[in-house]
């Protein structure tokens, strides 16, 4: 299925589920995903919740068209704010529980700060950089340009190209060492779960110790004995702790009314 801003098509897919059983679940992929590089993953909450679930490729990611112009250090800022409400709007959904991955999850965080949320599930989110995410970073682009990974990418995305480098270089500005939505989270007013591998070359647990101190909600953390995809690495584990969660929040709260 697709959807358009802007003369921009987005894919997406939208599966349907029981309004009884609580507000829509919406999922954002990570830096280098798309609507299929969930791995069937969205679905299986769905089925499991009864919840409409809604996954959708980003400008420039699996089905979706290129971004009208290259990203910038502002590019989760803008994702959060600008597109992810109108695509919202289009699919008639208010104050979604939001499931992001990655950059994805920092998506989920800077939305849930500023616009109506039911609650944030946050997979291996960043809220600030670390030298060991820019080294994995690098390490990626010598696999992608010497390895096998951007033909691995081209299975999944019709460019590959565009779904790389509009993620490696953003990550690689200069200026981007400087990135941090530390400032937003205590607007978070919200349930929020955070899933995070002990093993993430990506992160360290500091990035969800971070947003735990910090937002003004309740808060579940887990940490699983995994990379940077628990919801991959670890499945059955993130689908169980994720359900329990979704489950646990089924009611649109004062916070996500505001």
């Known amino acids: 299925m697709l959807a358009e801003l802007d003369g921009r098509r987005f894919e997406y897919e939208d599966l349907p589920g029981d309004p009884a059983a609580g507000p829509p679940l919406v999922f954002l992929h990570e830096g280098l995903g798309s609507v299929g590089l969930w791995r069937g993953f969205h679905r299986r909450v769905a089925e499991t919740t009864g919840r409409r679930a809604i996954a959708y490729s980003r400008l420039?990611?699996?089905?979706?068209?290129?971004?009208?112009?290259?990203?910038?250090?502002?590019?989760?800022?803008e994702e959060a704010g600008d597109v992810l409400p109108r695509l919202l709007e289009n699919w008639g959904?208010?104050?979604p529980l939001l499931v992001g991955h990655s950059d994805g999850g920092?998506?989920?965080?800077?939305?849930?700060?500023?616009?109506?949320?039911?609650?944030?599930?946050?997979?291996?989110?960043?809220?600030?950089v670390e030298e060991i995410c820019l080294a994995e970073i690098r390490r990626a682009r010598t696999a992608f340009e010497e390895g096998e990974l951007r033909e691995r990418m081209a299975r999944h995305h019709r460019d590959p190209d565009a779904a790389f480098y509009g993620w490696n270089d953003v990550w690689l500005d200069p200026r981007f060492p400087d990135w941090s939505i530390e400032e937003l989270l205590p607007a978070i007013e919200v349930p929020v779960l955070l899933v995070q591998g002990s093993e993430d070359p990506y992160g360290t647990l500091e990035q969800v110790d971070k947003v735990a101190a910090a937002v003004s909600g309740p808060v579940e953390r887990i940490v699983l004995p995994c990379g940077h995809a628990p919801h991959l690495?670890?499945?059955?584990?993130?689908?169980?702790?994720?359900?329990r969660f979704v489950r646990a929040h089924g009611v649109r709260t004062d916070a996500a009314a505001r």
């Open 93 to 95: 959904v208010e104050a």
């Open 106 to 128: 920092s998506i989920a965080l800077i939305h849930g700060a500023e616009h109506p949320v039911s609650g944030l599930a946050c997979l291996a989110p960043h809220v600030f």
């Open 60 to 77: 420039g990611h699996g089905g979706s068209d290129p971004p009208a112009r290259p990203r910038t250090p502002t590019f989760m800022h």
């Open 233 to 243: 690495e670890a499945p059955e584990e993130t689908l169980a702790a994720l359900c």
